[in-house]
């Protein structure tokens, strides 16, 4: 039935029969706010538990949450309390819990579980899942774990390692459906209910095959749902977008949410279908490419949420101290011009605000560049006109700006002792870096994507230093040229 | 057949058995470069058949692409040439095609589109899409369209509506497929086939319901296929989770994202199902959530790819100028000791880059706890925890490049005219406003999220006013201190 179904909500009887909740269920209610992120009091009782070394309850505590929501907990708690919450969990529950968790508190689990019992929970995850997990093993313990695991899922596991971090190759997973092109769609359903244990848990879609194994085209399931048994695959199936094996996983999220795939079969560089790669580990990968622009930009790598204070210092410090120099030789220039300074105290308290303000018309164009890079808005085919349009705003801007703060100037300081002069000084200085920041926010990263390097690192420390540059050169020069 | 199919790849005649490409075929592999971009030069084919007027050449350059692509590919041409291209394009393609574009190119070729082409357009659309692009219509085309609709698509369309903007009601298709508890894997494999027209084009989970039409469970539908048909869906059904019908798209996206769901069925308040939310839909709202931090955190609103020079410096300007009157705020202070400057220029040298490092500090701050916010890895549960190691990381930070600036200022400068006095100015300055950066960079975040306002737009403009005026304002009250 769908939604025609008879509606039996209006009557009042139903809402009277409430089935008594069981213990479990109670505590689900409980886990999750209305956010549905892990409830601080469901935290607190957790602690309580380990606090009290009451076992039971922790284990039907922790017992009653999602494996994404354990690996959630476990960030929410101490290494103390997270050591007592490893020892309860159940071995089934660990591999699904272990690919959730970030980077270091995962490598905390790993080294506190027996390679046994890690072996045992990781065939029981997809084999791009398990190849991550046993990828962040190191060499010794990686050994012992796969020497435990059966010989199929080591070999899986074995040949995902054998793709680059990062490329389709490493998200793909093995276990896929394909059918020959000369198949109807009730032999493909036949062949779906007779192979079960080689078939993956979930698959969305049947790639349909030549011959050489290669994708001719693809139909969802459903439509083996739809469709009578007796019609030919071929007479369905649509074309495919086919995703190499070397493929970054940028670009593979960029071709899922284009052409809204659910999943996409993976070949090798002869054609031949090798493997599968489905939405659900795409949606991950399209949150972490925009979450490391946003981090890129702000000059941070993310040392991720459990991290210690030495962790995030040591992800801060380098990118302040490249910043201390940098800034170091912007103001260099101040130096040379001392006199002027002196002569007119003023200047000092201009200088700033042209320097802040073409930093964040800097960064404004940056941060519009780089989007425009990583969705593909920003190509060869409009790079010029963009850049003109960028530049025809760095003017326009420049000027704006220059008139309001030029007119402000000359209100607050009026006429005297040079200060006829200050106007112009800080309008044209405003102009020179507005205009600055419009040309190094958007060539700074197109040229760094031309070089194939991530647009979003680096070019904010550059743009920064090319705006504090001008800013303060800018002022003093035409200062010096206009007062002498 | 899975992947233990015969392999025929190694044969090397099938390599020479090359089929004979049709032109429409050529033009696809023509139609995208590497990187699954549009290429430049099908869009100067583009150019060159509308320059010659060639309107067959048009439509079948044109047709050779996706929907997506076409999409792509309007954004890519002037204003000029995208008038031509609208009228060749079948009518079947234009609702996808709409439904692809950004906003202020949908609006333009909504406008250049006749009610009855766009009504027929939009019946060929999910009721979501379809919605989305009514909602851009202006009063007097809207209803227009409505009325040329077929009436069962135009009450989704209205319900659809009725839902507030970026909430799942707005998200949601009202087609679905639920079965009742008590049918079994073959009941509902017949009923699939019967309904045809009654399901959604592609659906990936079946819900089940209780009598009420709440869900239950649900499970995918490829478990209709691995299954006996007698089995009873309420034996294999897992727990489902649901959504409201008034839940944020950005809750949804991150429901979606956490448990790795492929779809979710949709509930009143009441609990009764009334759609469902596909992950296709969901991939969008990821990246877009995404693409506004950044942007709210560099300041700058999304004008649009298509955007021209007015409407860019509108989604810039505003930030700017609000920049100038914080920034001229924040030096303020300067004109009160412009007597220690004059007296000791070497400090106008300095603050810059005490501020600046302050302002970057910030900003590092700023966009790790947005990051952590985002993804609730920041909560009310460990608020108290964060803040701690956001402030122990900027006494750190603050101390290091404390001792680095101060030893560098007292090497360059030396021990003449109150020199020796700079470098404990510059270290003590340093620490209090790379403190004062991590106050503000985490608590300004947490204090608009805790107001239900996004902890993206208006932290950064806040933390940078913040650190430009304690920069400026430690260096010379602590100047002021020491010298006199």
Known sequence: MSRETTDLTDDPRHSLVIPEPEAVEDLEDLALGDDYALNPDYVEMVIDAADRGDTARLRELVHALEPADVADLMGFLSAGYREEVIPVLDPEWLGEIIAELDDNLREEVLEATPSATLAKALEELDSDDAADVIDDLDEGK?????????EGDRAAIETSLSYEDETAGRLMQREFLAAPQFWTVGQTIDHVRESGDHLPELFFDVYVVDPSFTPVGALPISQLLTNKRETPLAEIMEPVTEITVDMDQEEVAY???KYHLISAPVVEPGGRLVGQITVDDIVG???EEAEEDIL???GVSDAGRDANVVDIVKSR?????LNLVTATIAVSGVAVFQGEIAQLVALAILMPIVSSLGGNAGTQTLAVAVRALASKE????NARRIVLRELSVGIVNGCTLALVMGTATYLFFGPADHHDKLAIIVGLALIANIFTAAVGGILAPLALAKMGRDPAVSSSIFVTFLTDFTGFFAVLLIAALLLH
């Not at 990686?142 to 059966?150: I, K, S």
């Not at 410090?317 to 101290?321: D, G, Q, R, Y």
Request: charged residues 15%; without cysteine; aromatic residues 8%.
């Open 142 to 150: 990686r050994a012992q774990v796969l020497a435990a695991m059966d």
């Open 317 to 321: 410090l380098p990118w302040l101290l």
């Open 378 to 381: 920003l190509t060869t085919a």
């Open 285 to 287: 990968v399209i949150r």
């Open 296 to 298: 890129a930009l702000a």
């Open 255 to 257: 071709i899922f949410d």
